[in-house]
Every structure is written in C-alpha cells, then in structure tokens.
C-alpha cells in the first residue's frame, strides 16, 4: 500500500517548509511543520519509511534546539521505522541525544554502533565528547 500522491506531495511541501524554518533559526515553527507532516502518514506510522525521515529531522531538530528529551523519543521512533535501525545518522543521534539525558550506557551502545557502521567520519563534524565516549571500547 502506498501513501495517495497527494498527500505524499504534502508531506514533502511541509518538511521543506521546515526545513526553511531551521535554516531561519525558527525551530518551533520547523517542529510544527515537521509534526504536521507525520500527522498525515497513515497509521501505524512505524510501517512507512517517510515515517523514517520524518522522526529523523524531529529528533534532530529538538536535538539542536536542546530538548534532548524530545529528540531521543522521536529517534527511538525513527530506529523502529523501515530501514531505521541500520541508519548511521539515526544511531548518532540517538546516542547523542542519551548522552545529553544523562543515560551515558545506552547513549555509547548507539554511538558505538554508529562507529561501527561509518567509522571515524560520523563523528567528524559533532563534539569531541561523544567519540570521547566510547574511545576505550574501539
């Protein structure tokens, strides 16, 4: 079953709309716009992969905008969607995201797995503290 085309087409307008938000530095818009776009994927939303994405740039942009809290629930969203579980990204934010709440022993099992799938190069552009992290177990 495929989402109708015009819905589809909806989606993607509001996640570009969000992610012109980010790019201006309004966040709560982008989240409205990003949230108002997962509302539209049919239930169970874990079965699609726009679900994917969708999670994916909600927990980054909570991630950014220091809502940790937020961030981590909708990447653990995103890891149970198709393909999810096996995205880099995904697992570096998430082990991120569990970092910053403070769950330092789930955070490096998702960093760690990060580091597995991409090496070093994941961690290129994010703080040192992270890859500090899970340096004694690589």
Request: net charge negative; proline share 3%; glycine share 6%.
């Amino acid at each position: 079953m495929d989402i109708n085309e015009k819905v589809y087409d909806l989606i993607v307008h509001l996640c570009k709309e969000g992610d012109k938000h980010v790019e201006n530095g309004q966040t709560s818009k982008a989240i409205e716009s990003y949230s108002t776009a997962l509302d539209l994927v049919p239930l169970p939303k874990t079965d699609w992969e726009t679900s994917t994405w969708i999670y994916t740039t909600l927990g980054d942009t909570y991630f950014y905008s220091g809502n940790y809290e937020m961030a981590k629930n909708n990447l653990y969203n995103a890891l149970n969607c198709p393909d999810g579980s096996t995205n880099p990204f995904i697992l570096l934010r998430l082990g991120e995201s569990l970092f910053e709440c403070g769950e330092l022993e789930k955070a490096k099992e998702y960093l760690l797995r990060a580091y597995m799938l991409e090496g070093y190069k994941i961690f290129f552009n994010e703080d040192d503290k992270y890859i500090g992290s899970i340096l004694d177990m690589i």
